[in-house]
């Protein structure tokens, strides 16, 4: 793995691990009354954006985080529908 994908990977798991600690607050206080359903929402249609990105330009490190991104951000915008 060159220098470039090596950074690009734990760039990805580093934000993407900074939604956890958020879902898993979400997740358990079920309250989403501090997030802001706009926000996530352009966010989530970022990631998908980024997603699509990287599978038009076949990078694995941008496809596997953006995934697994999406799926947290969904989830979020899921509870905050959901609890609000």
Do not use: E, R
């Not at 997740?27 to 996530?40: E, I, N, R």
């Not at 249609?45 to 953006?66: E, H, R, S």
């Not at 991104?69 to 905050?80: D, E, N, Q």
């Amino acid at each position: 793995m060159d220098h470039a994908t090596l950074l690009g990977s734990f760039a990805g798991f580093l934000t993407t691990a900074a939604f956890v600690p958020q879902v898993w607050k979400t997740w358990k206080s079920k309250s989403a009354a501090d997030l802001s359903l706009a926000m996530f929402s352009v966010f989530s249609l970022g990631v998908l954006c980024w997603l699509i990105y990287g599978i038009m330009i076949a990078q694995f490190p941008i496809i596997f985080w953006n995934v697994i991104t999406l799926i947290l951000s969904s989830a979020l915008l899921a509870m905050k529908l959901k609890y609000d």
